[in-house]
């Protein structure tokens, strides 16, 4: 009998000995997708982790800015990484890895967004003490505004493209959907957004805000044309009271003025204890601290790579006397660098150049464009710009007077003359439509150089070949989509790559 | 065939036995004569009393039982036949003759039917093996000197691939049956019962038997972690009878490596000058080229970083046991000193295994702890020291009293940009300290006769410290110069906590039906834990308190399994095995984390069958097969079925939090279908033994990282079970053994063929490289997975010839930089350009065929015996050679170069030398592929064993055995390979976890040569 109990107690022991509770573990590191969020610092965190794409390689880290502004005719050069000189010369490929990081960089954005708007549930379950109604409205929509600025920045550069939103996908990805399917997301996003964003008075520095959304809302409507909808929103963002124009416009351009009463939207960009080559974003790997932009050592010729310059007739568009050409531009005799003390030369501005880049260069206070990468932040969407846009708006609905007088809130912090007056007449008459449409095309381009302005306006106004002879109608329209992207995926051929490539 | 197989050498025995007692043996029976009592002691080889062996009359139900002393006492009538058994030895039957005493001495088993073969979960006898199961005897293992006991298992068994390297302390590469999957291929090593990711802390005296298993039927007990093959072990216990002691010591030294031949510094300055001159005829040569202060020097590096090395070791072992416990205590010391500068090796390691019964409770334990300490071999940059005292300048003097730290660097000027490997090994050291842990307790229970039940508790714990330490070096705004002292730390802990429980039941039906049943449940649970830390001082201090800035990280891993195994066999004759395991790992997806690996064996014994005729030159034939199913989880990793958040975002320097990739629920085990078929052959009154295999693993579900569309805007990689390789080949086993009187032989020869194809990866995935292991030359990687193709075979340009004229040049396809004097590559796709598309498998680094030949000889007191490895067919990548020959940055370089190709020397194999490499010559080509075949003398010993007379002699009654020897390792190797050594080892750098090194298989960087070495050796057992 003893036997038999000592053979019970043994097949018991050997039948209870595993617990398949063990098999279910998560990674110490990480925090499990699946019961996410728990506290309001995850929720924040995830939120921080769907701007942090804004700072990488592909976008205002680096080639964004080079992308845009070499496509424009604001610059000239023939220095710089074959990528990057392809955007000058047109001569981009499918294989462009700038291409691949702006495109992959929006992706991860979006990514992100999407993964903290799948949570909606989880978050709206969470009690009121853990995160109250007014942060999880205000989350939501930043999330919404950075998914709708990522696609934003996709849609306009690649038309129809993969369109998710939500995180529940295979690695393989989705097929392309079309470009209006990606507007009609963009602009219900940025309406609710504008709904359950802070105002700026109220919001951390280089957060979405109602004015952002709006703001964004009204550049999207204005691409699309659809003007009325672009003037319901410019004139919320006016209304609000939340901008005013800087009185110096240089303010827009410096560290030490960061998020001021012009900016509508900035990407943030810091030095950590001074270690700014360690946390820049090299490769586009968009992950650790991408905290420091390349924009001033790539643009600027005081020790910087020079590898822009401004164009001839970007500098010669500027009246006599307006401010905004020394602000935005060294001339040789200019001074710079700690206290002024330092002198430009000819030389280093390039022998047949006529001026260099001020615009973002950490010259304007150090003695080189590069004691490292720069910690100016990148200003997305300013108020001057949301006044000209106002003034593109008003002008195509007909609404002259109030046209003018949106250009001449942009004159009057330039100091100079208005539009209307006699003076300016004699060059800029706004007599009529037209008359004013081609003030607003000058005053956006003296007052936006250098700000990724000038490309897209001139391809959305139907002039680009006029100005840009690289230029091939019928295919520079879009980007090519990138390589990788077609080669990854099952669904997608060689048909699905854009026209001309 | 009827008679037991054992007989002929019962009869030896018996006839040794009676000569030695002064007795004439009559072949005749004798007549009936009444019982008398017979008396006698029963020891083994070493005189040393065996209890507990069994005796019986053959014939009748008559038996007894030695006693603690080895003693018996058995009724018996002369003529009677008396049968002596005992597991682990060989049986013997002796005849009563006149005398009432009979002495037995009982030899061990050698690879007979009775051998007992440690297996999964349990033990059998050779004659039941119906699996490919391979093993390995202790004293082959102890043979060679060696602070890894794994490393002395080459060349010992078919199908097992042991891949030495010569860095001290450093764990080889291992691999049964080739590779099955492309990602972990490390096999399973069982201690004692209890499943471990290394033996690398065991040491050689301790290991009793070691046992590779290779096919389903054995492996796919352990379920998800059997695909790769497990190697189990079972360490040395005690035995009833007198306390023995026993020490072994020996002492070797390891002798300076070939070196390859490179220029000196006449020779160098003319070919540097060549270089730069033919890149720009106008360029200024460098100011040291015509400074009489270098031209005066010619330094050879190499010789400044090797050295003559040494291994010593102490061993001092204390073993037995009463009635109803035994034991066994050992502790080592073993040191060994590398070949290369400061690179050494210091392991103490203390064991004790005991076991304890009373009645039907049996309790024992297997304890073994080790430190060691390592300074490995350290990289500067991801470059080796060979590596960089191949390209030193020689005009370079190896100090420099005005640097930092006294040692010279080359500067700009110079052009070479190699390190100064003798600082590199000087001031970049790193220490490895490591404690290990690895134990475990039992508990036995006869429930009734034939059922037991057994607990089995395992605790296997590391702790891994790593220190380096970079010295400051070089001067300020030199080329190559470190103002402060820079430190790493990482603390590894890894602890697992086994624990499984079984029934066994065990009986015999009708006499010839024997049958077990095992069932089991076994659990396994896995933490480890690291802190790492990096820090920088500018103060002269060795350690840093404060400062640091580092990382923790905790990883678990738990798995589950059951086990049910049936083992059945009529007389031994048919013989059928089934077993399932269920089995369940955290590292999968929820929605397949169970397994199931079924298998099935059956094995038929021909020669006991009565149409085998007994006169025939066969005396045992065996055919067997089995089928199976057995798991790898080893390449899912922890949580890489799930998406998680990670921290590391951040966005106005506050952290952002991201997913890592698309989670895959679906992730579960590799599964490998393993179909073996063996014969086992005895011939020739049992002289030769002769098994064969055949074998064809198919792999499918294999784990390959899908990388996501950019789009999906995740940056990691989703693993996902969609690859297939198969890996199929032979293996064969001869033995011979002559047993004489005084003069005894026997050779031994295993060899293996391993053939493998990647059958399919993915269906957007074309080829995978090595993407975060630094397997490239220039940019270029050298070995590739893709479908239809070898594993990691070698991918890079054909090479043809070279441009002689210009003409040569235009007439070919259009090849970027190319100028007379350059390579030719092949237009392999024929598009008439030549660029990455015209890459092609340019190498295999898989042998075709792996041996091992073994001879063992003695002769009254001596012994010798000799083991030769090798392999055949395999390609090896000689990336030294991109220094040696490649010229694609100006360093030292090999004689080759002497014949480089100039107008005048219009040479049809070395290219010309052009500083940047315009036409990139360099590049990853079949010029750097050579023949990795060799043959080599692996070990060689002669031993003698002093005579009682002279032990005697020497202390009276207290020395049973005290034997000398000498051996050599490596002393001779036949290959047609140009490297250091044609073994190339897994790779160099800090040893990781998982350590798994496949696509460096057969990429040689500069490998830490093995070395020749002469050892001395002494073994007392008193």
Known sequence: MKKYILLLFAVAFLADSCKTDDLELSNGTGISSQTFPQTLAELQGAINGTYSPLQSQGLYGRYLFYMYDYMGDDCQTQRGTPDLLDFINYTFTPSNNDIYLYWKNCYNGISRANFILDQQGNIDALEESVISKELKDKFEGEARFLRAFYYFLLVERFGDIPLYTTTDVSPNGLSKSLKEDVYALIIGDLTIASEKLRLKSVEEAGRATQGAALALLGKVSLYRNEYAAAKTAFDKVISSGQYTLTADYFDNFKVETENNSESVFEVQFEYDNGNAWGYADWGGQDNGHSETSFRSPEYGALGGWHNNDPSEELVAEYEDGDPRRDANFYFPGDSYGAGGALTVTQEQIGEGITAAWRKYQLSYKGNTDLPGLSDINHRVIRYADVLLMAAEVENQLGNSTAAIALLNQVRDRAMMSNYGTPEMDATYPVGSQEEIFTAIVHERRVELAGEQSRFPDLLRWGMITDFVPNFQSGKHELLPIPQTEIDTKLEMGSDDQNPGY | ?1022
Not at chain 2, 32 to 47: A, F, L, R
Not at chain 2, 247 to 254: A, D, E, M, P
Not at chain 2, 421 to 432: A, F, H, I, K, Y
Not at chain 2, 798 to 815: C, K, L, P, S, W
Request: glycine share 10%; aromatic share 10%; charged share 20%.
């Open chain 2, 1 to 1022: 065939m009827k008679t037991p197989i054992i007989g002929w050498r019962s009869f030896l025995l018996l006839g040794v036995l009676l000569w030695q007692c002064g007795f004439y043996l009559s072949a005749a029976p004798l007549p009936n004569m009444q019982q008398v009592e017979v008396t006698g002691t029963v020891t083994d080889s070493e005189n040393v009393p065996l209890p507990g062996v069994n005796i019986i009359v053959v014939g009748t139900t008559r038996g007894v039982v030695t006693d603690f002393d080895g003693k018996y006492s058995i009724a018996a009538s002369p003529g009677d036949v008396l049968q002596f058994t005992y597991i682990g030895m060989q049986s013997q039957q002796l005849t009563v003759g006149e005398s009432t005493t009979i002495n037995v001495t009982l030899q061990g088993d050698s690879n007979t039917l009775d051998e007992v073969v440690v297996v999964g979960y349990g033990t059998q006898s050779r004659a039941k093996v119906t699996g490919a199961v391979s093993t390995v005897k202790a004293e082959d293992i102890s043979s060679i000197p060696s602070v890894n006991a794994v490393q002395a298992l080459q060349g010992r068994a078919s199908g097992l691939t042991v891949i030495n390297n010569g860095s001290p302390g450093t764990s080889p590469t291992v691999r049964i049956r080739g590779i099955g999957t492309l990602e972990n291929n490390n096999p399973v090593y069982v201690v004692d019962g209890i499943i471990v990711d290394d033996i690398a802390n065991l040491s050689a005296g301790n290991i009793e038997s070691v046992s590779v298993l290779k096919d389903a039927s054995t492996t796919s007990v352990y379920g998800s972690l059997g695909a790769n093959g497990v190697v189990v072990i079972k360490t040395k216990t005690g035995r009833k009878g007198a306390t023995t002691f026993d020490f072994n010591t020996y002492y070797g030294v390891q002798f300076k490596p070939k070196e390859l031949d490179v220029l000196n510094t006449d020779q160098y300055i003319d070919y540097a000058s060549d270089m730069i001159l033919n890149a720009d005829p106008g360029a200024t040569l460098p100011a040291v080229f015509t400074d009489p202060d270098f031209t005066s020097n010619n330094v050879n590096y190499q010789d400044a970083i090797f050295q003559s090395g040494s291994i010593n070791n102490y061993e001092l072992s204390a073993s037995g046991g009463g009635e109803h416990a035994r034991f066994r205590v050992s502790g080592e010391y073993q040191t060994q000193d590398g070949i290369v500068l400061n690179t050494d090796f210091d392991k103490y390691t203390f064991r004790l295994n005991s076991e304890f019964n009373k009645g039907i409770f049996t309790l024992g334990e297997s304890l073994g702890l080790t430190y060691s300490e390592q300074d490995p071999l350290i990289l500067a940059f991801s470059v080796s020291p060979m590596e960089n005292a191949i390209r030193m300048a020689p005009y370079l003097p190896i100090r420099d009293a005005n640097n930092i730290g006294g040692y010279s660097e080359l500067t700009a000027d110079d052009i070479n940009t190699a390190r100064n490997p003798v600082r590199t090994l000087n001031r970049e050291t790193q220490v490895n300290k490591r404690i290990d842990l690895i134990g475990n307790i039992y508990g036995l229970v006869d429930i009734f006769e034939g059922l037991q039940y057994k607990a089995n508790v395992g605790l296997n714990f590391f702790d891994n410290k790593f220190k380096k330490t970079e010295l400051p070096y070089g001067s300020q705004g030199g080329l190559h110069n470190q103002a402060i002292t820079r430190f790493s730390y990482v603390d590894l802990r890894s602890k697992t906590v086994t624990f499984n429980n079984s029934l066994r039941y065990t009986t015999t039906l009708a006499e010839n039906h024997h049958i077990e049943v095992l069932a089991l449940a076994e659990q396994r649970k896995t933490e480890i834990t690291s802190l790492s830390g990096v820090g920088t001082t500018d103060l002269g201090i060795n350690d840093l308190a404060s400062g640091l800035s580092g990382g923790a990280g905790t990883t678990e891993e738990n798995r589950i399994g059951y086990l049910g195994r049936l083992n059945y066999d009529f007389a031994e004759k048919y013989i059928l095995a089934a077993s399932v395991r269920r089995d369940a790992s955290s590292r999968f997806g929820s929605n397949k984390r169970w397994g199931t690996f079924p298998a099935l064996a059956a094995g038929w014994v021909v020669s006991e069958e009565d149409f085998f005729g007994e006169d025939t030159v066969i005396d045992y034939l065996k055919l067997r097969a089995s089928w199976g199913l057995a798991g790898n989880d080893k390449s899912a990793g922890n949580y890489n079925f799930e998406s998680s958040l990670l921290a590391n975002f951040f966005y106005g320097n506050t952290p952002g939090l991201a997913t890592n990739r698309v989670s895959n629920p679906d992730l579960g085990w590799e599964e490998t279908e393993i179909t073996n078929i063996g014969v086992d052959m005895y011939l020739l009154d049992n002289a030769i033994t002769f098994s064969a295999e055949y074998y064809n693993n198919t792999s499918n579900d294999l784990i390959v990282a899908l990388p996501p569309a950019a789009s999906v805007g995740v940056p990691n990689a989703t693993p996902t079970n969609i690859g297939g390789m198969t890996t199929k080949g032979f293996e064969f086993n001869l033995g011979y053994a002559n047993q004489g009187t005084e003069f005894n032989w026997s050779a031994n020869l295993n060899l293996s063929t391993t053939d493998n194809e990647v059958t399919q990866l993915a269906p957007n995935v074309e080829q995978l490289f090595n993407g975060n292991k630094p397997n490239v030359l220039g940019n270029n990687t050298i070995s590739r997975i893709a479908e239809n193709e070898s594993l990691w075979h070698f991918y890079g340009w054909q090479t043809d010839g070279i441009f002689q004229n210009q003409g040569e040049v235009d007439a070919h396809a259009t090849q970027a930089g190319a100028a007379p004097g350059d390579i030719r590559f092949r237009d392999v796709n024929g598009d008439g350009v030549i660029n990455d598309d015209d890459r092609t498998v340019i190498g295999n680094p898989f042998p075709k065929v792996t041996y091992g030949l073994s001879l063992d000889a003695d002769y009254k007191n001596f012994d010798v015996s000799l083991l030769f490895t090798g392999v055949s067919g395999n390609d090896i990548f000689n990336a030294s050679r991109y220094y040696l020959d490649g010229a694609a940055q100006l360093s030292n370089a090999g004689t080759a170069v002497l014949n480089r190709w100039t107008p005048t020397n219009p040479s049809t194999t070395q290219p010309r030398a052009v500083l940047n490499d315009p036409n990139n010559n360099a590049r990853v080509s079949d010029r750097y592929v050579e023949d990795g075949s060799y043959f080599r003398l692996k070990n060689i010993s002669l031993g003698y064993n002093l005579p009682p007379s002279v032990l005697n002699v020497i202390a009276a009654d207290t020395i049973s055995k005290c034997r000398v020897y000498m051996s050599a390792q490596n002393l001779f190797t036949i290959t047609d390979y140009s490297g250091y050594d044609p073994e190339i080892g897994p790779s160099l750098g800090i040893a990781s976890v998982t350590g798994d090194q496949n696509s460096e298989l057969g990429v040689d960087r500069g490998q830490y040569p093995q070395s020749k070495s002469l050892v001395v050796g002494l073994q007392i057992t008193f």
